[in-house]
């Protein structure tokens, strides 16, 4: 079973400030996919990534997969207000059974 | 459009009265899974399948029964509901062999009084 470590739990920042968000394994990813979640609503996907190495950029968002494809991270610039949400990570194993972090409650206030 | 959809979106209920929350899925995914989401818990698995007619219990599996019949269909059953089975509840289906995108239902507030 992988394991995703993610953290922090919990952040909170203030409009304008970055952030960063980690996961990590002892396990080597085949891929890895960044969701955000509103309150009361399904998780949405925000990026995926499958090669070591990769960066991926959304907007102010910019996603790093390591390059030994064991970890993650989630930056993001200038955060706003509309950023506030659970952010989780999540892979699929070869049976393509499902696997989270514990997710990070971010919170930009204005 | 591809989605899951779940119903209902809300539901209260009382202790012992069998309800059961729909999932449905229109991508032909093989794979499908039941999440409960409570605060400081994160999303906890309930039941997944793999196909048709192969379930098998996720990590979190008591008080709950699935069915997969058909492969878009994938409903969760609650047949003795209890307050501690107040929570959000999730569905999600993604295609089998893994590394791929999974996609969620909006989620059903079930509370149990």
């Known amino acids: 079973t992988q394991l995703l470590e993610q953290s922090p739990q919990f952040l909170s920042i203030q409009e304008g400030e970055n952030l960063t968000v980690y996961c990590n394994s002892s396990?080597?990813?085949?891929?890895l996919q960044w969701y955000r979640q509103e309150p009361g609503e399904g998780p949405v996907l925000l990026v995926t990534v499958v090669t070591g190495g990769e960066v991926k950029k959304l907007k102010r968002l910019t996603f790093q997969f390591g390059d030994a494809r064991k970890d993650s991270s989630l930056h993001i610039t200038a955060a706003q207000p509309g950023d506030t949400g659970l952010y989780l990570c999540m892979t699929t194993d070869s049976w393509g059974k499902l696997q989270f972090g514990a997710g990070t409650q971010v919170v930009v206030t204005p | 459009e591809a989605q899951v959809t779940q119903n209902p979106r809300y539901l209260i209920t009382v202790t012992g009265k069998k309800l059961t929350v729909t999932c449905s899925q229109n991508?032909?995914?093989?794979?499908m899974s039941w999440y409960r989401q409570d605060p400081g818990l994160g999303l906890r698995q309930i039941y997944y399948s793999m196909n048709v007619e192969v379930t098998d219990k996720g990590d979190v599996p008591e008080g709950y029964k699935v069915s997969r019949k058909e492969k878009r269909n994938f409903p969760l059953i609650l047949e003795s509901p209890s307050p501690n089975q107040t929570s959000l509840y999730f569905c999600?289906?993604?295609?089998?062999?893994?590394?791929?995108?999974?996609?969620f239902g909006q989620g059903t507030r079930l509370t149990v009084v």
């Open positions: 991508m032909n995914h093989e794979y």
């Open positions: 396990s080597v990813f085949s891929s």
């Open positions: 999600a289906s993604s295609p089998a062999g893994g590394g791929t995108e999974a996609f």
